[in-house]
Structure formats: C-alpha cells, structure tokens
C-alpha cells in the first residue's frame, strides 16, 4: 500500500494515546479504543462515520441526479483516505487549489486532478509536466485568467525539451472578485491567445460563485445568474468560434454554500459533449454553523430533503472553573476553526461517564485563545459543571479545522474509534 494511504501513527500525532506504540493508520480501528471512555487525550477531533458516508452518498447523488459530475475540492481534507472514499463514491475526480495538493490527490489514486486556481512558476509546470508523464492517462488542469499568465506559461514551454501541453480552462470572475476575466471581451481575446498556444489545450471555462454567497435566496440568484450568464456566453462563443482544443468542454463552478444556483448555467449545448462539474468540498463532514445555515437554504431552493450532516466534532476537558457563568475549556485556535463563526457548545459528558446530554441553548463560546476556550452560560446546569468533564464543540468551516489535525478518528454512534484518516497540510 501507498506508504500516505497508511501511515504510521504515534504519539507525536495530537489525539493519539501518550502510552500506544506506533501503528499503521489501518490498525487504529482495531484497538478498541473509545473517545469518552480517556482512551485518547483532549482535544480531539472526531469523524461520524455513518454522516460522513450519509453526505459521501447525499451530494454524489445530488449532481448525478442533475446530470453533472463531482470534482469535490480535496483542499476541504487534504486527506488521502477521504479522497479514496470520495472516488469510490462516484466522483469524477478531484479539486485542488495547488500542485502541491494535486501530488496528493494523484497519490490517492485520482485520475483527473482540477486545479482552480493560476498556475504559471516553473517548478509547478514541471511537477505537473512530471506527474503526467510518470502517470500514463492522468489529466491535471488548471486556470488561466490573463495574457501576462500565458506568456509565463509559453516561455517554460520553450525553455524544456519535449514538453506536453497543459490542459487549461478559462477562468471567469466578477468585478471586485477574486481571479477571473470581468468580461466577454477580455474573456474572448485571452481565448484566442490560448488557442493559439502550443503550450496549452483550452478544454472549458470555470468560475466560482462562493463570493456572493449570504445565505438569502434574494441575494444569491441574482449574483449567481450574472455570472453564470457570462459562462454560457464564453463558452458558446468560444464554441461558435472553434476555440477549444478538446473533443468535450468542460464547464465547472459549485462551492459549498450555493452549489445548486450553479447548476442550469453547467448544462449547455453546444456542438461537442459537455461536461458539467460541480467542486463542492466542505460536503463531506459539513458543518453546524456556516454551511449547515447555507445548506439549509440550498433544501428550501431545491427541496432536496435535510440534506447534509454535520459529521466533524471536537471534544475537549473543562479545565477550569474560575467564576460563576464562566467554564475554560482546554481548546483553541490551534485545535478548531474560528475564521467564520466560533464553536457551538453540542453535548456534555460528565466527568468518570459516558452519558451525553444535550447543552442548554445559552451556552456560548465567547472567545478562544491559542488553547483555552472561554465556555459561558447561566443557570444550574452550568453551575454544575466540573473540571474533568468532557464538552463537545460542534464547528463552523471544516476546512479550518482539517488543517489543524494530522490524524482524525472515525467514530461509531457510541464513540468507539472504528477507522481513522490522516490530512496532508
């Protein structure tokens, strides 16, 4: 096996047992550890494997229902084992947001690699050029937003002896966005340039919608429909015209928050095979702040039923109870995500048990340090609390928290660690 597909685990690895020998990733499931029972030391980070294989099934389903592939954005995890089970899942293959990521993915076993975003330094061109030709039928692609990128691109081509040419797509932004063409005219001149390069192939035109996401209907059609109307317009122009260099396009948009607006602008005729791709990637253990708010209005949109579940948990000590209404827990900014909402108090474990119940609805966390959260509430059931009990934190952005954990246990119901996964940050 792929020495990253099974890696070996020991102490070193926040969450694993002080006292465990090193042990391959694949034995973990084995031991029969518990995640109440201080089998592993707080803070830990934990997966749900049953709502994670609920949302693996649930957004597959959504776009091949719609007639589209998944080409969800490996950047979420950064994990080999999710990207397995992503594949395995039906997706048509893998997002990145670099060459590095891709390396990744492509040692996970992916075929198609989508990187969305810029690619033009020459030690990425030649990683990429590397990686296709030590994997026969492998496809990496990138982004191209501008002339000044081509010709960076075109001068490496030049400067190397027999170099293949990149597949590449078109990238469409909108005014004060990030990266992308803000019109069909520059959109179209930089087609033509790409056209003519022997150092790329123009095989579809990509945007991402996730800036206008707000959580309002009102707001997010609008923005959406804007943009993907100057999709459509470059791609039918670009096909009027006989600009791609491919037997089929391939048009793709669809972050995490507002993956279903995109979807009419993905499905187009044109005089080749289209292919349409969404990129959704915090799908896979979700949230229960951000997106779990955004997901939410994608179900009233769609009708598509609860939709996704929140699968990612950290669970941390209450280490202190220095004043009434105010608990410190012993997590962080080092151990969970905070850039878009901080952590939700879920559960409660009392201290020497495995008993879960449910938190009162004003317990809030105010503020994290670097490894402290400060846990506030009224009421006797916050008065109660001990140093010792166990508090479960639920998220809001699983990618911020991912990047904090080099290995994450998957957990049953009743928390016994069944399987587990590394992440490569």
Excluded at 66 to 78: D, E, Q
Excluded at 100 to 114: K, P, S, Y
Excluded at 318 to 343: F, M, N, T, W, Y
Aim: aromatic share 6%; glycine share 10%; with cysteine.
């Amino acid at each position: 096996m792929f020495p990253m597909l099974d890696p070996l685990i020991d102490s070193s690895f926040k969450g694993f047992p002080h006292a465990s020998p090193p042990m391959p990733l694949s034995q973990i499931g084995a031991q029969g550890w518990n995640a109440l029972n201080g089998d592993l030391p707080l803070p830990l980070a934990v997966i749900h494997q049953d709502r994670l294989q609920h949302n693996l099934a649930w957004m597959q389903d959504f776009a091949s229902s719609r007639g589209l592939g998944l080409a969800p954005h490996g950047k979420t995890s950064m994990s080999p084992q999710l990207f397995r089970r992503q594949l395995d899942a039906g997706a048509w293959g893998l997002s990145f947001a670099t060459v590095t990521q891709a390396r990744i993915g492509v040692a996970a076993g992916t075929r198609a690699c989508l990187i969305a975003n810029q690619v033009f330094a020459d030690g990425d061109l030649t990683a990429m050029d590397g990686l296709k030709r030590s994997h026969p039928g492998l496809r990496v692609m990138f982004l191209v937003d501008s002339v000044a990128q081509l010709l960076l691109i075109e001068d490496w081509h030049q400067r190397h002896p027999a170099p293949l040419a990149f597949e590449v797509l078109l990238e469409i932004g909108v005014p004060g966005g990030r990266t992308g063409c803000r019109t069909l005219a520059q959109a179209m001149n930089l087609a033509e340039w790409l056209h003519d390069s022997a150092a790329v192939h123009l095989v579809g035109v990509e945007c991402y919608e996730g800036l206008g996401a707000s959580g309002e209907s009102s707001q997010g059609k609008p923005y959406v429909s804007a943009l993907m109307d100057l999709v459509q317009s470059v791609a039918l122009a670009c096909d009027a015209q006989n600009l791609f260099d491919a037997d089929e396009v391939l048009l793709t948009a669809g972050g995490s928050a507002i993956f279903d607006l995109v979807v009419p602008g993905l499905k187009l005729q044109l005089s080749r095979p289209v292919v349409g791709l969404l990129r959704s990637g915090c799908y896979v253990t979700h949230d229960q702040g951000n997106y779990k708010r955004m997901v939410r209005a994608v179900a009233d949109r769609t009708g598509c039923g609860a939709g996704l579940e929140a699968a990612l948990e950290v669970w941390a000590h209450v280490q202190s109870c220095p004043e009434p209404g105010l608990a410190i827990l012993a997590v962080g900014k080092r151990d969970i995500s905070h850039d878009l909402d901080l952590p939700t108090p879920l559960l409660l474990c009392p201290r020497g048990t495995r008993a879960l119940q449910a938190v009162p609805p004003d317990w809030r966390i105010t503020q994290l340090n670097d490894q402290h959260a400060y846990l506030q509430g009224s009421g006797p059931e916050h008065a109660a609390l001990q140093v010792g009990d166990k508090v479960c934190l639920g998220i809001s952005h699983p990618c911020t928290t991912f990047d904090k954990w080099r290995w994450m246990p998957l957990v049953d119901a009743d928390y016994n660690v069944v399987d587990a996964v590394a992440t490569y940050f």
